[in-house]
């Protein structure tokens, strides 16, 4: 089975403050992907990566950045933690094909106050 | 961006009737997919349907697509207490990304 893990399924930050939150899958995926959740919103892409080193915007980047140094590993960052970013991240990853499916972390519940 | 739009919002039914869910999109897909999410919990895959299918089946759920009206649905037949979770269908336009909807929230009593 695939796993992707989330490194917290809770965190409270502060306001101002520097965030990572990290993810990694275990089956040698190509895409990992960050969204955030929102009520009412539904899922929203934040960055997704198709390879070591490589990034691409998502729909919601502002604020955001992310950083994969290795293929198993794919980290989100809050540069200065705001209120609202406070949300549900999740981690997702895919294998590249025609038809493919993507494997989802727990999620992250973020609160920043 | 382009979004699935699941209708209804949210659905209340009992053990062992059928629920149905509808999703709508606005440009041409590759393949459409739905999963489901457990309170709090990240999503599953539960099927994809490919632009050139009309009807699939897994289990007790039955997906069809319909390209001239940009519309699925998926159908959970006989459902469960533990089908309770909310639904989401992603659409693929051909490229590595998924653009998911807002969700549909199943509740099944006992």
């Known amino acids: 089975d695939v796993k992707v893990t989330q490194s917290s399924r809770y965190l409270v930050k502060r306001t101002g403050e520097k965030v990572f939150l990290e993810c990694v899958q275990d089956m040698d995926h190509e895409n990992m992907f960050w969204y955030r959740q929102d009520p009412g919103l539904g899922l929203r892409l934040i960055y997704f990566?198709?390879?070591?080193?490589?990034?691409e915007k998502g729909d919601i980047p502002e604020g955001y950045s992310v950083s994969r140094e290795k293929k198993e590993r794919f980290s989100l960052i809050l540069e200065s933690a705001s209120t609202n970013q406070t949300s549900m991240y999740l981690c997702a990853s895919s294998k590249t094909a025609e038809f493919y499916e993507q494997y989802f972390g727990p999620g992250t519940r973020l609160t920043v106050t | 961006s382009q979004q699935g739009e699941e209708d209804p919002q949210a659905l209340s039914i009992q053990e062992g009737e059928n629920a149905t869910m509808n999703c709508s999109y606005k440009?041409?897909?590759?393949?459409l997919q739905w999963y489901r999410q457990n309170s709090g919990r990240g999503l599953v895959h539960l099927i994809l349907?490919?632009?050139?299918?009309r009807e699939k089946h897994s289990g007790r759920l039955r997906v069809t697509l319909d390209t001239s009206k940009k519309s699925s649905s998926l159908l959970i037949t006989a459902s469960r207490a533990a089908d309770t979770a909310s639904y989401f269908c992603?659409?693929?336009?051909?490229?590595?990304?998924?653009?998911f909807g807002t969700g549909t929230r199943l509740l099944v009593s006992p």
């Open positions: 990566s198709y390879d070591v080193k490589m990034k």
């Open positions: 440009t041409s897909i590759n393949n």
């Open positions: 349907i490919r632009s050139n299918e």
């Open positions: 992603a659409v693929n336009t051909g490229f590595q990304k998924l653009v």
